[in-house]
């Protein structure tokens, strides 16, 4: 709820002024699209996962399944060439999840599998959604706003309706703020529309490759901020992904 609320009830004027019936243009349908693949449920797929495994798992396999996707399907889509090279580097971060997929299997179970699972199945997600921004030529700012009206016209009252107010005040009033400005404005919106423009800017497969990013920064956040330290299958699977997103990230 925070995730897309607050961001979306602040852009709501905008999409009103340039025309809340098609949107600004983009279409309800195609809005609707973009909100499940980049919005909350995309959203929810990733926070599952993250109560299930370790945080390293996702930090990980969600940008490099990203990544993976995006080049798979900037090809297919949007018929950009897919080079030996990012070729190459598609096989070592598939190698490099396959560390993460067997200590799941070793050490977590059933319930590390599943979570491990959703990581894919969002980062599919992520990447899709840029994708169709690419094709469908959507700037990071429409995007932004198409979102956020559908995440506050459709969705927050359907969370309401099921969840009601006490959802929300069962946290401290600090613990909602905190959510509000950290999900709603650094990870809610402002990735929608950072990650809009690079597309538009350099493509799709070289723009689904920035999350490689992310790995680094979540051991280095995670360590600093919930005394995380990954284990040696993880570091070593981390590392792995990080050589290939080298070689797929490369001209």
């Not at 090279?85 to 096989?91: E, T």
């Amino acid at each position: 709820f925070h995730r897309f609320f607050w961001s979306g009830l602040l852009v709501l004027p905008l999409i009103v002024r340039e025309g809340l019936r098609d949107l600004g243009g983009i279409g309800w349908g195609r809005a609707s699209v973009m909100t499940i693949l980049s919005g909350p449920p995309q959203s929810l797929l990733a926070y599952t996962g993250f109560i299930l495994v370790p945080l390293g798992h996702g930090t990980t396999i969600q940008p490099a399944c990203a990544a993976l996707s995006g080049l798979v399907l900037a090809s297919l889509i949007l018929h950009e060439k897919a080079t030996l090279q990012r070729i190459f580097g598609g096989a070592i971060i598939i190698a490099g999840l396959l560390m993460f997929g067997g200590e799941s299997l070793t050490t977590i179970a059933k319930s590390g599998v599943g979570g491990d699972l959703l990581f894919p199945t969002a980062g599919l997600f992520w990447a899709t959604s840029g994708t169709l921004l690419r094709l469908w030529n959507v700037a990071g700012t429409r995007a932004v706003t198409a979102v956020g009206a559908v995440s506050v016209i459709v969705l927050a009252p359907i969370y309401l309706l099921i969840y009601g107010i006490s959802g929300l005040t069962k946290q401290s009033l600090f613990e909602n703020l905190l959510q509000a400005v950290v999900q709603g404005g650094i990870a809610g919106a402002l990735p929608i529309y950072l990650f809009a423009h690079a597309v538009i800017a350099l493509g799709g497969g070289r723009a689904a490759t920035f999350p490689a990013l992310v790995p680094v920064f979540g051991v280095i956040i995670g360590y600093f901020a919930l005394g995380v330290v990954p284990s040696l299958a993880q570091f070593v699977g981390m590392l792995i992904v990080l050589v290939g997103f080298h070689f797929a990230l490369r001209r």
